[in-house]
Nanobody, 126 residues
Framework: AIEVVESGGGSVQAGGSLRLSCEAS????????IAWFRQGAGAEREGVAA???????TYADSVKGRFAISKGDAKNTLHLQMDSLQPEDTAMYYC????????????????????WGNGTQVTVSS
């Protein structure tokens, strides 16, 4: 199993920045894939970014150039730096993990992710 816990989030004005963190704990798997998804009110869940099992970061087109993934000091800790935030980025952000993903589209297909955090709210006001 993988236990996933998010932190960070909050409220910010348009153009501002926030940083989310995700800790994925497991004694079962090595080289897990960790991803961020988000779901706005009345919207479907969409992929934001992921770090695949080879350490390659991938991003949704909507956040490229504004969001960046970085590894934390602890194993399986991931940060999502979100800059130039816009009201359309307002959503509940979820961190999710799966034992393995090697491709460049690991930030998509949320149904392939087995382990999820409870989510953290990001609100961007205009």
């Amino acid at each position: 199993a993988i236990e996933v816990v998010e932190s960070g989030g909050g409220s910010v004005q348009a153009g501002g920045s926030l940083r989310l963190s995700c800790e994925a704990s497991t004694n079962t798997y090595d080289n897990i894939c960790i991803a961020w998804f988000r779901q706005g009110a009345g919207a479907e869940r969409e992929g934001v970014a992921a770090l695949n099992s080879f350490g390659v970061a991938t991003y949704a087109d909507s956040v490229k150039g504004r969001f960046a993934i970085s590894k934390g000091d602890a194993k399986n800790t991931l940060h999502l730096q979100m800059d130039s935030l816009q009201p359309e980025d307002t959503a509940m952000y979820y961190c999710a993990a799966r034992p393995y993903c090697a491709g460049l589209y690991c930030h998509t297909n949320s149904y392939l992710f087995n382990f999820w955090g409870n989510g953290t709210q990001v609100t961007v006001s205009s």
